[in-house]
């Protein structure tokens, strides 16, 4: 049977599909191959805190009961870690969710949405599918955030500013003055979403700015987003938050969200991964440390990588990004190769353990020896 996808609406019919990068398991199958390292996806290579799997334990005894709605506990903790009124918090099924939750709640035909290229995906994808058009902004030469041209960009129809600081994929980030130049110019109008999914990697980098405490002083609305997938290493689990500037703001997106999108086990686990200051230090000590190790080997075999205060470094090849892809899958090393216009010779490989670096490099030293193969179908 043939579906007609005429059914379903014109702005989702033109969407492009996420990138969601490769399994290792897929990357086996296909390959043959025992050994794999998966630095596709920005994950935590020390795994989650240990306390993470005595509390997904205890809440195993209780699946059978709806989880709490309104994410009590873990609310509670978070609005004394970052001393914002609680109701100023919202959840998510990972911070993906709340970006897909607040493009339908603030997004209509004819509006815009202004970001900045290269994107994460999301950040294009869902406001396009809320019929919005989205004006990408592209970084300068230093891949660094363009803020003149941001807020030239932003026009009586724009009605979100959203991207990531520090950047995904590239990693570079806004200074205290940048961030302080896009606030003041911020139209009253246009609602600032500030992706900050990789504050933990960058809170303690020189020259980061407080960013909560910027854009609380401002007096401009705003959604800030941050994860668990990342620092807490709880991607699995699917859990994000959201600190907004008014509870006006946190009731509005919470009609949207679907009343139970936070499951027990996560809102558990995301509790005992906040108490564990040592595990998230251990984690935090290990990327930077590797993320200068890396840097390092990758400027010494030729290729400059951008500046990154988070767990990857964004680099280009001297040809198309999924020929060298390719080649290091052939070897176990999954990475995420760039497919926006503009930026399809760039790849994206993300700080695993130091065996994994250290796999990837000499599966980057053999391709760049090596004469390109075809890629398999």
Known sequence: ????????????RGLA???AGLSSDMVRARFGLERVAKLGSNENPLGAAPGV??????AAGQCALYPDAHCGELRAALAARLGVDGQRLVFGNGSEDLLGIVSRVFLDHGDEVVSVLPSFGLHLIYPRAAGAEVKGVPMGADLRIDVKALLAAIGPRTRLLMFSCPSNPVGSSLTSAELRQLLDGLPAHCLLVFDEAYHEYARHEPGYPDCLAMLEASGKPFVLLRTFSKAYALAGLRIGYGVVSDSRLA???DRLRTPFNVNRGAQAAAVAALDDHAHLRASLEHVASERRRLDAALRER???????????LFFASASEAE?????????GVIVKPWREPGYTRYLRVSIGSRDDNDLFLQALDNALRAPAQPACA
């Open 1 to 12: 049977m043939n579906f007609d996808d005429s059914l379903a609406r014109a702005d989702v």
């Open 302 to 312: 030729g290729l400059q990588p951008a500046p990154s205060l988070a767990n990857f």
């Open 17 to 19: 599909s996420y990138n």
């Open 251 to 253: 009731e509005l997106i």
């Open 323 to 331: 020929v060298l892809n390719e080649a290091l899958l052939r070897q």
């Open 53 to 58: 799997a005595t509390a997904l334990a205890k």
